[in-house]
């Protein structure tokens, strides 16, 4: 009977200092937002009066300081192999990747505050990790003169991270400390559910909450069909039950919406994409920058208990779905890897709106849009919601890297992709491609020159390839992501993000002057080569009075022409 009442004492001691252990966002009226040590400090304050709550000590990022990842369960299992083993779901949440939009940061905050306090009562069979601050760069960067249009809090972080990097743009390239501790993260977790939190900018209108959810037609699949006629749906019904009228994220910029948009296309680049690329249900919440930020907080705090409720319930459907996703993509033949929006398709949702106008700008005094509130209305419109495969390429038996191009290889380890470095030295017969044509920015973005539009030829060549260099078998879970880093037409492959740049530039070359005897006498000697350099003149006059041109023809056509130039340097082992 003593040891009863000394554990309920202890009970009731944690939760009345979980009660007693408010916020920051609570302590000012739903003001403001705490700074980052603040919210460390906070907490490790959670962690200390709880069983429930374990704050990890992750990776290093750009700012100095490490991510911090906090798990909150029932039975306090912080072990992930073990949550697996006991058929736990996870859902990891992800705030502050622009901490100018901190609403998740302090949404999480209240919600495991009140799991501990005994307000919330989190499932049993269900772990949340929680990344309190993940731009803590930026974070620590704080202003109230960031994000003129938003209302609220009174001050707030930086979008840029420590290096200036939009952080939701560095997932696939990872030039940050921040991607790569979060890709350990990831990998570590292996989420059924990502929750990544934001605040929109864009139209006005009445909805407090919009979600972005993984685009259902690259998911594909069994998955693809839950997410958007289960998983989706689901969320708008419990929303509904909160007080919430939830709609797809307003994707429309410089139009009014009510003619609907097409659904926003999350590329790897970005959180919900690179997530879809292992097979997890990832959302994008995104609150409405207008409304004051007590709604916005309350509403996030809201659909992250949705996530929870609908993944409690349909536990095991989800982790069905996922297992047998990861089966089938050990076995899949073929992948896309570029998508095109067909506008054939739409589902329907209830918008409300305010009726926009257009007035004399106090500015130019030319007409500027404007939203009128007193005019609110309520309209079906039309979301356009498929993607079709644009590209879709077989995979290979397996892609074979020289080692020189390192910077792939560590980002490959860090995704946890298996692979094997040749034990000796090695001629394999190879599909090789080449580089015909691509095109890239003008201007820098996010410290690259995105290549796309990239036009490939390919050859079987014998290739000697040497002891250490990586063979990356295709039969594993992570073959979507390889398809989709590896193939150089992907929209965020390696290739579009510059790590084989040095391929494209031509290391030798020749004195004009010097080469023309050699040139000529090696075309008396190859009749073919002189055939076809007579048919280019006369198809192309530009080329018939550029001898320069003419020249590097004949060079480019010889033994002498670095077969390195364009030729991109991932090789498909067919068999």
Not at 164 to 185: G, H, M, P, Q
Request: charged residues 25%.
């Amino acid at each position: 009977m003593r040891h009863f009442f000394l554990i309920f004492f202890l009970l009731v001691s944690f939760i009345a200092g979980a009660q007693k252990l408010t916020t920051r966002f609570e302590q000012s009226n739903s003001t403001q937002t705490p700074d980052y040590f603040e919210i460390i400090d906070w907490w490790k304050k959670l962690d200390l009066q709880s069983g429930k709550i374990k704050m990890l000590t992750m990776g290093i990022t750009d700012a100095g300081y490490p991510l911090h990842l906090v798990v909150v369960s029932n039975n306090g299992d912080y072990n992930f192999s073990n949550i697996r083993k006991n058929n736990k779901r996870i859902i990891l949440i992800n705030n502050g990747i622009h901490p100018g939009e901190p609403d998740g940061i302090d949404a999480s905050m209240l919600l495991a505050r009140d799991i501990v306090a005994g307000k919330y009562k989190i499932p049993d069979n269900i772990v949340l990790a929680i990344i309190p601050v993940y731009n803590i760069g930026g974070c620590l960067n704080r202003s109230a003169n960031y994000r003129v249009d938003q209302n609220g809090p009174e001050e707030f972080g930086f979008r840029g991270n420590s290096q200036n990097l939009d952080l939701n743009r560095d997932f696939i390239k990872c030039d940050s400390r921040d991607a790569r501790a979060f890709t350990e993260i990831f990998h570590l977790t292996d989420p059924d559910v990502f929750v990544d939190n934001h605040v929109s900018n864009g139209a006005d209108y009445q909805h407090v909450m919009t979600l972005l959810t993984t685009q259902n037609s690259k998911l594909g699949g069994t998955m693809g069909e839950y997410i958007s006629k289960e998983f989706e749906p689901a969320l708008y019904s419990l929303m509904k039950t909160k007080g919430f009228d939830l709609i797809p994220y307003v994707n429309s910029f410089g139009d009014t919406p009510e003619n609907g948009w097409p659904e926003y296309w999350d590329s790897p680049r970005y959180a919900s994409g690179y997530a879809a690329l292992w097979h997890t249900f990832s959302f994008v919440p995104e609150s409405h920058m207008l409304k004051p930020y007590d709604q916005r907080v309350k509403a996030t705090y809201a659909l992250m208990q949705s996530f929870i409720e609908f993944t409690k319930k349909n536990s095991e459907q989800i982790k069905s779905i996922r297992n047998q996703t990861k089966k089938d993509i050990e076995t899949a033949n073929e992948f896309p890897v570029s998508w095109s929006l067909d506008r054939s398709l739409f589902k329907e949702v209830m918008y409300k709106g305010y009726e926009a106008g257009r007035k004399p700008s106090e500015i130019s005094g030319l007409p500027r849009l404007f939203y009128d509130r007193n005019k609110p209305f309520e309209k079906k419109v039309k979301i356009y919601n498929h993607f079709a495969p644009k590209t879709i390429i077989k995979k290979p038996k397996a892609y074979v890297i020289p080692q020189g191009w390192w910077k792939v290889i560590e980002l490959l380890k860090l995704n946890k992709v298996q692979m094997s470095q040749l034990k000796k030295d090695t001629i394999i017969e190879a599909e090789v491609y080449r580089i015909e044509d691509y095109k890239t920015t003008p201007r820098q973005y996010e410290m690259h020159h995105l290549n796309s539009d990239v036009k490939i030829t390919t050859s079987m060549q014998t290739i000697r390839f040497l002891k250490g260099d990586w063979y990356i078998p295709m039969n594993q879970a992570a073959n979507r992501f390889l398809m989709e880093t590896l193939e150089p037409q992907a929209e965020d492959s390696y290739f579009a993000w510059n790590y084989f740049d040095a391929i494209l530039g031509q290391k030798e070359g020749y004195s004009a002057y010097v080469f023309e005897d050699i040139a000529a006498d090696y075309l008396k000697n190859n009749t073919e080569l002189k055939v076809k350099l007579e048919q280019r003149k006369q198809s192309d006059t530009a080329f018939a009075g550029n001898a320069r041109a003419q020249l590097n023809f004949v060079y480019q056509n010889s033994s002498w022409y670095e077969p390195a130039h364009m030729r991109y340097p991932v090789y498909r082992i067919l068999k």
